[in-house]
């Protein structure tokens, strides 16, 4: 159980990551040089040009889980995430992907390297004979924020259609939108799983009640304790290796 002060905390970062999605959402050119208090990270604006590089490994800081996700769209940029702005569609020489944005724990703007490969060269990664690495590691693409909404048909693993999130590690980000931004997508459309980590690896493979957040509470009920790390099997997530294109399971340490 969390004390008042932190969920005050909360509420506070909450406001201030709402305002910079409404401004995004909203359409406006650009945010100013926002920076969200609680990560240090910068707020992002609209839509904009960046420098895309691809990644491999399937990760999130905001606990959506990587096993009943397509892990092929996804972006990973320094941002921070709010609960609206987390669908964008990022085009290059008239091709484009639809991604979730599920990590801002890298410095670089990544994205799935399945969706790079194909915004490059116009097949997918896992059409080994057409990967082609750009020379110089990535290319200048435009992204646009979305209404998330356009990012459903990522989510292939809840029989809802709602993102899946970790009950035990995503509980401050889920509850700062239900609190915060009570009519944001996230706010509406999330799940959580006892499933521990977001390469679903540990845990238990069931869904978990949602804790009643205006009354306080901040964790969630699991027909297992919450938060437990045992080893969880037959939940993979399989990431695409960067350049081969191999797939290769996201395992636990030890997993054999
Ligand atoms: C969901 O996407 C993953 C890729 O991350 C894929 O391996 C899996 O087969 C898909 N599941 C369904 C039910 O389509």
Redesign the pocket.
């Known amino acids: 159980m969390f004390g008042k002060n932190l969920l005050a905390r909360l509420a506070l970062v909450g406001t201030l990551a709402l305002q910079a999605s409404a401004v995004a959402i909203g359409g406006r050119s650009s945010v100013p040089d926002g920076i969200d208090v609680n990560k240090g990270h910068a707020l992002m604006p609209a839509e904009g040009d960046f420098y895309i590089t691809p990644h491999s490994s399937y990760s999130s800081s905001v606990g959506v889980l990587?096993c009943k996700?397509?892990?092929?769209n996804m972006a990973y940029w320094p941002e921070a995430i709010g609960c609206d702005d987390i669908c964008i569609e990022v085009s290059y020489e008239g091709r484009k992907v639809t991604l979730f944005r599920v990590d801002n724990s890298v410095g670089a703007h990544d994205i799935s390297f399945n969706a790079f490969n194909y915004l490059y060269t116009g097949y997918p990664a896992t059409d080994k004979a057409h990967i082609e690495p750009p020379k110089d590691g990535g290319i200048t693409a435009h992204y646009k924020t979305i209404d998330p909404n356009n990012c459903r048909q990522i989510i292939?693993?809840t029989a809802s259609g709602k993102l899946p999130f970790s009950a035990a590690t995503s509980i401050n980000y889920i509850s700062n939108c239900v609190l915060n931004a009570p009519n944001s997508w996230v706010a509406k459309n999330f799940e959580l799983w006892n499933i521990y980590d977001s390469q679903c690896n540990l845990g238990y493979n069931e869904l978990c009640e949602i804790p009643d957040f205006k009354a306080g509470f901040n964790q969630a009920k699991c027909p297992h304790q919450l938060g437990l790390q045992d080893p969880l099997n037959g939940q993979e997530?399989?990431d695409i290796q960067y350049p081969s294109g191999d797939f290769k399971e996201a395992k636990r340490p030890g997993e054999p």
């Open positions: 990587g996700v397509n892990v092929n292939n693993g997530v399989w």
